[in-house]
T-cell receptor, first 114, second 113 residues
Framework: DAGVIQSPRHEVTEMGQEVTLRCKPI?????LFWYRQTMMRGLELLIY????????DSGMPEDRFSAKMPNASFSTLKIQPSEPRDSAVYFC????????????FGPGTRLTVL | AQSVTQLGSHVSVSEGALVLLRCNYS??????LFWYVQYPNQGLQLLLK??????LVKGINGFEAEFKKSETSFHLTKPSAHMSDAAEYFC???????????FGRGTSLIVHP
């Protein structure tokens, strides 16, 4: 398997623009997670899905952030409008289950909002 | 509730020296514990995990960790550091089958020649 795939790897945009990050989880994994990593706040869980259904979005910072999972092989994280404080590395991860199951992380998308 | 504390945001060792990265957890039930490693410009990958079997867990690249319930600790060790071990290390705890892991803030391991 190719692992978790994220695109783009790098995104530079201007404040106010819409940003869409994409993720393809490992086939057969029932759970998908979106994380944000910054120096100040470390690794933060934004939202996770089970069988394409959002389960907990309490980590989404504000209404400018939205996530969808239209099918088992694709998810998006959208920021509209983007702000400089959204600059971070965004990771997608997937797993078979919870508890003891390993999370497999993608390479991340480094977002810079000017 | 579950939480994890990693003592020391940075640890610096010489090549060939012992590596010790500290992790203490808080959990209301017997926990599952994980160590992940993040190399520069990459995502996290699993080093090892404790799932209530043997208390001494061996992982990849010569790392191991010991679960100590009395100390609520799960410290990561490696007898001899290698330059390629330089990375960010994350400890994580899960309360059970229906819980997602909670990650610590991470410890950056610096290895000097």
């Amino acid at each position: 398997d190719a692992g978790v795939i994220q695109s783009p790897r790098h995104e530079v945009t201007e404040m106010g623009q819409e940003v869409t990050l994409r993720c393809k989880p490992i086939s057969g994994h029932d759970y998908l997670f979106w994380y944000r990593q910054t120096m100040m706040r470390g690794l933060e869980l934004l939202i996770y899905f089970n069988n394409n259904v959002p389960i907990d979005d309490s980590g989404m910072p504000e209404d400018r952030f939205s996530a969808k999972m239209p099918n088992a092989s694709f998810s998006t994280l959208k920021i509209q409008p983007s702000e400089p404080r959204d600059s971070a590395v965004y990771f997608c991860a997937s797993s078979l289950g919870l508890g003891t199951d390993t999370q497999y992380f993608g390479p991340g998308t480094r977002l810079t909002v000017l | 509730a579950q939480s994890v504390t990693q003592l020391g945001s940075h640890v610096s060792v010489s090549e060939g020296a012992l590596v010790l990265l500290r992790c203490n957890y808080s959990s209301s039930v017997p926990p599952y514990l994980f160590w992940y490693v993040q190399y520069p410009n990459q995502g996290l990958q699993l080093l090892l995990k404790y799932t209530s079997a043997a208390t001494l867990v061996k992982g990849i690249n010569g790392f191991e960790a010991e679960f100590k319930k009395s100390e609520t600790s799960f410290h990561l060790t490696k007898p001899s550091a290698h330059m390629s071990d330089a990375a960010e290390y994350f400890c994580a705890v899960s309360n059970g089958g229906s819980y997602i892991p909670t990650f610590g803030r991470g410890t950056s391991l610096i290895v000097h020649p």
